[in-house]
């Protein structure tokens, strides 16, 4: 596929073209400002892309624009209304034979999107069903390969020829890139749909294997815990006497014997008989009551204790005063009678200053405290006659408290039975529960072992075949042989351009997408090269040697090569018309279209290559390859339209 023509139409409806010659150099000459560089924009756009990079000094006077391409005989008319924003997919596209031309501005009508455009393309360029996948951990989308991957290698727009750091179009974008790296395989002829269709079988091959020797490993490692969890089992059945003890069990027995288990039904007489929970009731209110009279009576015998011992203290004290009171006696003085007062002493019979009262009222004390003493004696004999009584009272309470206790600890054990043969019921119900579980998880999987082991031997059969296959047309190995023929071609047109490094070996490198110089002990990289003479040198050589190999292996790309200011090296950098710079290298520059000429020249017409540039050589080939000089108010956009 290669370029007619191209153009722009006013509001008005004037049309502007621009014609190409296909199969041949293309040389557009000019001042700047011009719009040199907005072709490439116009055909990219008009190619299918959605977003719109055309220069504003561009499309501010621009209603449409349009895109002539030829194929075999076949000629396709690609149409684009100016978007009103930066983004559009509106399109028109119009098949036809040689005959057809440039459009006319009342027929031109939005008639398809940019996905029919650049899918009606693909086909026509013979891209085929190319589906390019990402493993399961890549966040990144599945896309089918189509003529927007292979633009990025028909284009280099003024900035990026001459960088250092990208190599391809828009390549400086990080999704763009991973995207190149991805689809270059495909288009150099290293990777075909059928190879990838082979890769997907390999992976799915090496998945299923994976899961088939994971499953195998599982129910090996369910093996040993089947036997564990099993004899685990059997100890608690035969702890619990559901199994004998002396029971041997073999592999195949296995589900026998857990099914005895879940047979198994304990014995349920211990549970049988009248509820016990009524006489422990009824003994506790006995106990309490019991413990309340005895209470009582301990609190009426301490308080005739305290009477007793405090009555016994009284005796005491009065038997105390009695025993005085029998010294009266001893104490009268010499003839004095029983009822006389004491007016002298006893002792020294002096005459006292007041007399001691009388012996009458001394004597009927002594009568009254030995009264009393009487009494006091014979109450504390009725008393401790009581406490005797009240003491064996509680003897008969005492034993019955006894007798209870021996009641209810007996009532225990018995509970402790039921409890028992309840427990035995509940842990029997578990063990079974387990049993149950255990079934339900397959205790018969020898045969299912068996079954994936020979799973897996066919699973690794296949993958052996599959591998086998993948490595008689592996895309690595074919990736690495393509590189290198590219590369010599490369270093064949580095030498020609004098480029540095060029002595030694050039080589593309699809995985980091730059150019490479392979010296004796060192690589080194386009980033790390100088001059940037050599960066559009290396541009140009990868790119010519890239379209080469594309016209001579017969890929799906378009047969056009696009190169906006390649000789920017050799013209000061705001240069206004390089035509008469008299301080540039021109034999540097003719090299480069040297080159440009001769990869047309032999590829016979299979690739068109248009250059957009200042530069203009007064020789006659260069001359004839040039299709159009702006300058002298010459301009993609005429001044008309501008004044208008």
Request: aromatic share 6%.
């Amino acid at each position: 596929m290669q370029i007619i023509s191209l153009g722009v139409f006013s509001h008005d409806g004037e049309r502007r073209d621009v014609f190409f010659k296909p199969g041949k150099l293309n040389i557009l000459t000019g001042k700047s400002k011009t719009g040199k560089s907005a072709l490439l924009d116009i055909v990219e756009f008009c190619l299918g892309r959605n977003s719109n990079t055309i220069p504003v000094g561009i499309s501010t006077y621009v209603s449409w624009y349009y895109l002539l391409v030829e194929r075999s005989d076949e000629r396709i008319l690609l149409c684009r209304p100016n978007p009103e924003s930066a983004s559009t997919n509106r399109a028109m596209i119009t098949v036809g034979d040689a005959s057809l031309g440039p459009p006319n501005f009342n027929d031109l009508m939005v008639n398809a999107d940019t996905d029919v455009l650049r899918d009606s393309l693909s086909e026509r360029l013979g891209i085929e069903h190319f589906t390019i996948e990402h493993g399961d951990g890549s966040l990144r989308s599945s896309f089918d390969v189509s003529i927007r991957q292979a633009l990025f290698y028909c284009f280099q727009k003024q900035s990026e020829i001459a960088s250092q750091d990208i190599l391809f179009h828009r390549q400086v974008d990080d999704d763009l890139r991973v995207t190149i790296r991805e689809t270059l395989p495909y288009f150099v002829g290293s990777s075909s749909p059928e190879q990838a269709a082979l890769y997907r079988q390999l992976v799915a091959a090496r998945r299923n294997l994976q899961r088939l020797q994971g499953a195998l490993r599982r129910a090996n490692e369910d093996v040993h815990e089947r036997d564990r969890r099993v004899s685990a089992l059997v100890r608690s059945a035969v702890s619990l006497r559901v199994l004998r003890d002396d029971q041997v069990i073999t592999p195949d027995q296995t589900a026998d014997v857990l099914n005895q288990i879940l047979q198994f039904r304990p014995d349920d007489t211990d549970a049988e008989g009248e509820p016990l929970s009524d006489r422990q009731i009824e003994i506790h209110e006995e106990n309490r009551l019991t413990r309340v009279r005895l209470r009582e009576l301990d609190d009426q015998i301490e308080v005739l204790t305290r009477l007793q011992t405090e009555q016994s203290s009284s005796g005491v004290e009065a038997g105390i005063q009695l025993d005085r009171l029998r010294a009266l006696d001893l104490m009268l003085p010499k003839g004095s009678g029983k009822d006389e007062q004491a007016v002298s002493c006893p002792l020294c019979d002096q005459t006292l200053v007041e007399p001691d009262e009388t012996i009458t009222d001394l004597r009927l004390l002594f009568e009254e405290l030995q009264r009393r003493l009487n009494d006091s004696r014979g109450s504390q004999t009725r008393r401790g006659s009581v406490i005797e009584q009240l003491r064996a009272a509680r003897n008969p309470m005492l034993t019955a408290l006894r007798e209870n206790a021996v009641e209810l600890e007996a009532i225990a054990q018995q509970e402790a039975a039921v409890a028992a043969g309840r427990e035995l019921r509940e842990r029997v119900a578990f063990l079974q529960g387990r049993v149950t579980q255990e079934l339900d998880r397959g205790v018969e999987i020898d045969q299912s072992i068996g079954e994936l082991r020979s799973s897996e031997r066919r699973a690794r059969g296949q993958l052996a075949r599959l591998e086998e296959l993948y490595d008689q047309d592996n895309p690595e190995a074919a990736l690495r042989s393509t590189m290198d023929a590219i590369s010599a071609v490369m270093t064949e047109y580095a030498r020609f351009l004098e480029l540095e490094g060029s002595r030694y070996f050039v080589r593309l490198d699809p995985v980091q997408l730059t150019v490479a110089v392979q010296e004796p002990n060192r690589r080194v990289p386009l980033q790390r090269m100088g001059s940037a003479e050599n960066w559009v040198g290396y541009h140009l050589v990868a790119h010519l040697a890239l379209h080469r190999w594309f016209v001579t292996q017969s890929r799906p790309v378009p047969r056009f090569l696009m190169f906006d200011q390649p000789t920017q090296a050799f013209f000061p950098e705001e240069v206004v018309d390089a035509a008469n710079d008299e301080n540039a290298d021109w034999e540097a520059v003719r090299r480069q279209f040297t080159l440009m000429r001769d990869v047309v020249g032999e590829l016979g017409g299979e690739l068109q290559i248009i250059v957009c540039d200042h530069a203009n050589l007064a020789d006659d080939w260069f001359q004839d390859a040039v299709i159009d000089n702006w300058r002298n108010g010459e301009a993609l956009i005429p001044e008309a339209w501008i004044d208008d």
